[in-house]
């Protein structure tokens, strides 16, 4: 890569697979994209997103959380490792960590996290499962800022899908997961175009105030 790219510089956390983290580097293979991935770190060595990674260029890190005595000291060691790449954003892809409110601070309004519901419905784990259990007739993916509340963070975009009569819980996690690798290059690509922010707890869009999530990818 060029010492004279000047796109936004995006570190991605990972914890497995990957799959968004391979939807990322294929929009910044694209000449026109408005970012690039310098840098990824998980918090599990070995997993498929590292060999991604790879594959790609891209320079990668292995921070094991086991390693650590307590949450706090592994949050310092990961913002120590993660300000060495020098990111414009940060972006949660399936890093399965609850993140400290000092590690959350330090990357106020520069950190994003895709999450595979409707928020602030289904916020947490098993989203799948528990939409299915609810009998909801819809369902999807959200991209939101990150916040010290679990999943609460204002959400940007959304991407929804239907819930089908005969779906089970992979077959559904399936069809969101395909439109979750829509979503989220949009989503970063907007923030690398300067048209995203975070602002006093809300979501602007183009200089206005969102009322709600937009709407991606139709």
Do not use: Y
């Amino acid at each position: 890569m060029s010492a004279t790219d000047d796109r936004l510089r995006v570190v991605v956390l990972i914890s497995g697979g990957g799959t968004n983290l391979q939807a990322l580097l294929d929009r910044a293979d694209s000449p026109a994209s408005p970012f690039r991935v310098c840098g990824v770190v998980s918090n599990r060595p070995g997993v498929r997103g590292l060999e991604r990674a790879e594959r790609h260029g891209v320079p990668s890190r292995v921070l094991d959380h086991v390693d650590f005595e307590d949450r706090a000291t592994f949050d310092t060691a990961l913002a120590e490792l993660v300000d060495s790449f020098d990111p414009g954003l940060v972006v949660l892809a399936g890093f399965m960590r609850i993140l400290t409110a000092g590690f959350v601070e330090h990357f106020a309004g520069r950190m994003v996290n895709i999450h595979p519901s409707l928020l602030p419905e289904f916020q947490g784990l098993h989203t799948h499962r528990r939409a299915l259990e609810a009998g909801v007739g819809e369902h999807g993916a959200s991209v939101h800022f990150v916040t010290a509340e679990l999943d609460g963070g204002p959400v940007i975009a959304q991407v929804r899908v239907p819930v089908l009569a005969n779906d089970d819980e992979d077959v559904l996690a399936a069809r969101v997961l395909a439109e979750e690798h829509r979503l989220l290059p949009q989503v970063v690509c907007w923030f690398a175009e300067q048209r995203l922010e975070l602002r006093d707890d809300r979501v602007w869009f183009d200089g206005k105030p969102l009322d709600g999530p937009m709407r991606c990818c139709d």
